[in-house]
């Protein structure tokens, strides 16, 4: 809401400039020239590279190769969509990816809300050291522990199954998460606790139950995050798994750029499968993106 | 109060229940295996040879230094890398968050499109400019065609001479999403009423911008380009599935070498010695970042 308000103030403030005699025609000219032209130009720099490969997907291979390039396909097929799903496995991929991206964000969820909780409601020893730890872990590359982690990966067996990189995601993104929960529930008056264990509800039920419940939107928000990056990591799933039985959508598109003789239209339509779960949910979040980081963690 | 004391007591144990998961597999996952990368890095560790493995001492570090010229040049694309897509990013986003904090019909719709290459992977990435930057079926040459700027095909990412610029256009068009949601919410924290106070004093757009928007914006400018300083210095996924640094280690940077040399080429070693010089001066650039803007060494 305040953005808004504030957003229209910013506004106003130009129209009262505009308020001097006879400048109504002098304020379109000057506008389309710092507002219009530059905001089309990021536009069409944003959309052009989704746009070409939506068309690229639905098209045949001789059209692809057409020199007079067009953003209509001519003719219209679905036939890369039905090849990628079932002849490139993106159907398997497309499964392995929701299970461990969601496997994943519950785990991230629930430990990130004990941690937030913790930190949030006591004062114990160790508690700024702890803080410490979870926010060096973000400066860690992931290059940095990936070859020993491969080789401990390895000696327990655990390299090429999904549970390999299901604990990494939880391992890697719990800080971060641990840290904008905290900023949830500090937002919680403490007498809630209270209240609820006055009424004979344990810990484990207010946390889980009470807690949980009444910052739901910004842990859908969160969880979004989460999912998100589970969803599209890279390194550490091309190094850990070697089966295509457990790739996710990101090795499948790998491993097809790899292959002798490149199909575009199946790679494009591939693409396409894998930027739509990123892509409604970022729609979702978005405002509370913007918004939130605004009156919340960074501060300017 | 007796009662009051001797629960506080009972709850004594139960922040460290909460964050006792967290803890274990952070040292497990991540604090333990960067102990063992420094101590592979005092190793031959190698599946190639593994008749040499064993400890070596310095040898791995004074190879980097002596023998390496490999290291040099990636040391050198990285800092080109990170100093290009920074600056950059954070130009382009902050003129994106000025278009879009500004108020127009449709705004959430052209903020929501603006900004969606946030939540694109860096495979995706690769997969959606691939297709733009390809000599035969790309629309880049088509549209330079166009415009005269070229007169035959151009393969842009099989060319030593537009390979790095190509990537760093890519790049871009994933990072400048991130600096414009940072700054569009450190935008919304701006008070209106300081704007209407320039306003009274008569400053006009030029003035408005460097003498209230962006000392405002200062503290996110400093934070957000650490974030991102660090995050291009480790980013890998892009640059090794668009090029796999060549051609001719044109887009080489250190993670990639060091991901070239330990996971794909077995040298576990002397990669994890890359790692730990790597790592070294990234908390260099870090430190020193730190101290210019704590010394106001940024002001003016």
């Given at each position: 809401m305040n953005s808004i308000s504030r957003a229209t103030s910013n506004e106003t403030i130009i129209e009262i400039q505009g308020?001097?005699?006879?400048s109504k025609f002098k304020k379109i000219v000057p506008n389309i020239i710092i507002f219009y032209l530059p905001l089309t130009a990021v536009l069409i720099f944003v959309l052009l590279p989704f746009l070409w490969a939506l068309s690229t997907s639905f098209k045949t291979q001789p059209d692809i190769l057409n020199t007079a390039a067009s953003f209509i396909p001519h003719p219209f097929t679905f036939e890369n969509y039905h090849s990628v799903w079932s002849v490139n496995k993106f159907s398997v991929f497309f499964k392995n990816s929701i299970f461990i991206s969601l496997a994943s964000t519950i785990f991230i969820l629930i430990l990130s809300v004990a941690n937030g909780y913790a930190i949030s409601r006591y004062q114990f020893r160790g508690k700024s050291s702890f803080l410490v730890v979870l926010l060096s872990t973000q400066m860690m590359p992931v290059m940095l522990f990936i070859i020993p982690l491969f080789l401990v990966f390895k000696s327990l067996g655990l390299i090429n199954t999904p549970l390999a990189i299901i604990i990494f995601y939880i391992v890697t993104q719990v800080p971060f998460n641990t840290l904008l929960m905290k900023g949830f529930i500090d937002a919680i008056p403490k007498e809630i606790d209270e209240a609820a264990m006055v009424d004979g509800a344990g810990r484990f039920r207010v946390i889980f139950g009470i807690i949980m419940r009444i910052i739901l939107p910004g842990i859908v928000a969160t969880s979004s995050f989460a999912f998100i990056g589970c969803w599209n990591e890279f390194l550490v799933a091309f190094s850990f798994i070697t089966s295509d039985q457990n790739f996710t959508i990101p090795i499948g598109l790998k491993f097809m750029i790899g292959?002798?003789?490149?199909?575009y239209g199946s790679l494009a339509a591939g693409s396409m499968i894998g930027l739509i779960p990123p892509i409604l949910m970022f729609a979702y979040i978005q405002k509370y993106l913007v918004d939130g980081l605004g009156s919340g963690s960074v501060k300017g | 109060m007796n009662g009051k004391l001797f629960k506080v007591n009972g709850d004594r144990f139960v922040p460290y229940a909460l964050i006792a998961p967290t803890i274990i597999s952070i040292l497990l996952i991540m604090f333990f295996p960067v102990f063992k990368v420094f101590q592979l890095s005092f190793q031959n560790y190698s599946f190639a040879q593994p008749?040499?493995?064993g400890f070596v001492g310095l040898k791995n570090f004074v190879d980097i230094f002596t023998k390496d010229p490999l290291f040099f040049k990636s040391l050198l694309t990285t800092v080109k890398w990170v100093g290009w897509e920074v600056v950059l990013q954070l130009v382009f986003g902050l003129m994106v968050a000025l278009l879009l904090n500004r108020e127009f019909k449709g705004r959430g719709l052209v903020r929501s499109l603006v900004l969606v290459p946030w939540a694109v992977s860096g495979i995706l990435t690769t997969m959606l400019w691939s297709l733009m930057f390809n000599q035969s079926i790309g629309i880049i040459n088509v549209i330079f065609k166009h415009l005269g700027f070229i007169k035959t095909d151009i393969a842009w990412l099989a060319n030593t001479h537009t390979v790095f610029g190509s990537v760093v256009v890519a790049e871009l068009w994933r990072g400048i999403p991130f600096f414009a949601i940072m700054l569009l919410a450190a935008l919304q924290t701006i008070p209106k009423d300081v704007y209407e106070a320039c306003e009274v004093d008569g400053c006009g757009n030029v003035k408005r911008f460097f003498y209230i928007t962006l000392p405002f914006l200062k503290e996110s400018i400093i934070f957000s380009t650490l974030l991102r300083g660090i995050w291009e210095f480790n980013s890998i996924d892009m640059i090794f599935t668009m090029?796999?640094?060549?051609?001719?280690?044109?887009?080489?940077?250190l993670p990639i070498y060091m991901f070239q040399t330990s996971i794909?080429?077995?040298?576990y070693g002397y990669g994890s010695a890359l790692g730990v010089v790597t790592f070294i001066l990234l908390l260099i650039f870090v430190i020193f970042y730190l101290r210019l803007n704590r010394s106001g060494g940024l002001n003016k």
């Open positions: 308020y001097k005699p006879a292959e002798y003789s490149v199909d | 008749y040499n493995n090029t796999n640094g060549g051609p001719m280690n044109m887009t080489t940077t794909l080429q077995g040298n």
